[in-house]
């Protein structure tokens, strides 16, 4: 077992615990002084969300709001808040982890607790996420994992049981889950020089069967739709803190061109956190242009998808020209096409010669 | 690398190619014979389908149908028939795989094969099936790959780059995706005594964080909702072939409980295969009865649950009193509840109460 790894994820441990011990202390303190305990943090409503050109992700203004247990419109939150923050405590402490379904469920056995439903739970975690300036994660609540990765990675484990041990990706060629021992783990060689993102199972397969992690000399990573959390964190440190250029490939679609945007410039949900975006990823297709010029079997827009177009139209993120580009086209073909839709030219053209057009290999 | 496994799997390829092969010689031989080309096949329509009570599972029956080229009815199925045996037989000879989707959009490339949309491409993936009698997996079709798999197994590998090669599947700690390596492996050994099947990636990730497969001696298979038919055909391996029973553990609701009854006595699309279904498998919960007993936390049922449990009370698979008994209980209760409910009582109750209690262990 590594000694160093045993520290620096206890060291990171310990200091979330403290964290929580603290804000636990602050409402202890604030009672013996006779006031009605309160929170300060940062506001999340609509109008304190703001898009960071710079940046390139949403950002929380600088308005501050007080929830306050002397506010009787607050007193439920107030106490939601400090609940979970008991609960987030035991986690760290006990070094489980949990997912935001059961903390819900958690809420549910306490006599004094109540909530609405799920909703309503997972606002406030997000509370808490601001009221720490941490990632949910940090404190141990993990959404349900379905994200993938293959390639030369090796990673060290930092999950109890684990600690120190050592795997390389390309040791099951199905894939390793993306779960809280990914997510946690230190990324430690590689001898990968960029990381593929696609969002589909079949393609990702398709990928690995071609060996396109050699070929590409990639990293490979499946998101399964719209990229979890955890999954743009790792495609963040892969590429800050090891400098590898990150390439995303999705269908042609709104759809398809959002979870592109989110891994290059995160959501609103997310605008108290950082690591969480990559601005410098590069989305590499499917795009309209390409199903012109490869004459891509396509299937026409719905209704849903033309209205999800005009909405990414005034979206923020998509000011840039380059994008305002790609939405007109689609808009104007009023088609889509699917990653497989390159299929038609066998199954390996789109490693043989659409992947090596795009990536400049 | 492992000679003998080299050699099971290229025999198990070679004997797949030759029946294609095959396939392909009697066309030939019908047109020299200046006949018009046709195929013998059981029938698939609704009438000969019927559920064995032996079995326990939904079987074909006596009536065969012949596919005609002379027949104009039948020269678009028949085309595309020919035209998808010639593809899989790609697949085999050149040691590739496939998912459903990336056949049909093959099947675009192709100036003389139409299809309407993906399913009628899937149908004649299952009339090839019925041809052939064998699972599309053999001549290398997969659906994309979402479940997972954990515990101690080791598998030796059989996919190419790959042969000869052996993994235990406790090596990853959220799990290894069950794709068309896991699905194509040799089980080797295993020390575990039973498997244990989740519908949800929350609680398999709960299972595994408490060492579940250590406590109940378990191999964990997380479905990721209803089972893709390779990790069904996982299951039936584990259970008829190493003598692990297999206990399911799902929702309380109808589609929980359908999980559980497809594992255990399969679909009526897959009626035409044996190998998927595992009858002796046993559903654990969470049933209606363990709503009142536990004072679970519950939903109301929605008007669509409502008509599932209706339907599923005149299925065939649901005709035995026990399961008759639980579909009445929970239509009588209204109520529905989850996996995660159990948090009510504490993150590990689960595996320190509910489950030993279950398993009798």
């Known amino acids: 077992m590594s000694k160093k790894v045993q520290n620096d994820s206890e060291r990171k441990r310990e200091t979330m615990e403290k964290s929580l011990t603290q804000m636990g202390q602050l409402i202890y303190d604030q009672i013996q002084n006779r006031e009605f305990p309160w929170i300060h943090m940062q506001s999340r409503s609509t109008d304190n969300i703001m898009y960071d050109p710079d940046e390139r992700q949403y950002i929380l203004g600088p308005r501050m709001i007080r929830r306050h247990s ?4 607050h007193i439920r939150p107030f106490t939601q808040l400090i ?3 008991w609960f987030a405590k035991e986690l760290v402490r006990q070094r489980k982890t949990s997912t935001l379904r059961e903390v819900y469920y958690s809420a549910r056995g306490q006599r004094d607790i109540e909530y609405s439903g799920q909703q309503e739970s997972d606002n406030i975690i997000t509370d808490l996420e601001v009221a720490l300036n941490r990632a949910r994660e940090d404190f141990h609540i993990f959404p349900e994992e379905r994200s993938s990765i293959f390639g030369d990675l090796t990673i060290e484990y930092t999950v109890p049981g684990y600690e120190g041990r050592r795997t390389n990706l390309t040791d099951h060629p199905d894939g390793a889950m993306i779960g809280p021992a990914v997510t946690s783990s230190n990324f430690i060689e590689t001898t990968a020089d960029k990381v593929l993102v696609v969002e589909k199972g079949a393609m990702f397969t398709r990928l690995v069967e071609e060996r396109a992690h050699e070929k590409f000399n990639a990293i490979l990573i499946h998101t399964a739709g719209q990229s979890p959390r955890a999954t743009r ?6 590429n800050k803190d090891h400098g590898l250029p990150v390439y995303i490939f999705t269908d042609a679609d709104p759809w398809g061109l959002h979870i ?4 290059i410039s995160g959501s609103a949900n997310a605008a108290h956190l950082r690591g969480l975006s990559t601005p410098n990823a590069q989305w590499i297709g499917v795009n309209g242009s390409d199903i012109i010029e490869y004459k891509l079997p396509t299937e026409p827009l719905s209704e849903f998808d033309r209205k999800r177009l005009t909405e990414l139209k005034k979206d923020p993120r998509y000011a840039r020209e380059l994008w305002q580009k790609e939405l007109d086209i689609l808009i104007e073909l009023d088609q889509k096409a699917e990653l497989e839709a390159f ?5 390996t053209y789109i ?3 659409y992947l090596p057009a795009k990536l400049g290999v």
Do not use: H, P, Q, Y
């Open 260 to 263: 592109a945007m989110v891994i």
């Open 351 to 353: 490693v043989d010669e």
């Open 83 to 85: 609940w979970t923050s």
């Open 233 to 238: 964190g790792i495609i963040n440190r892969l």
């Open 70 to 73: 002397r506010n009787i419109r």
């Open 343 to 347: 299929s038609k030219f066998g199954l």
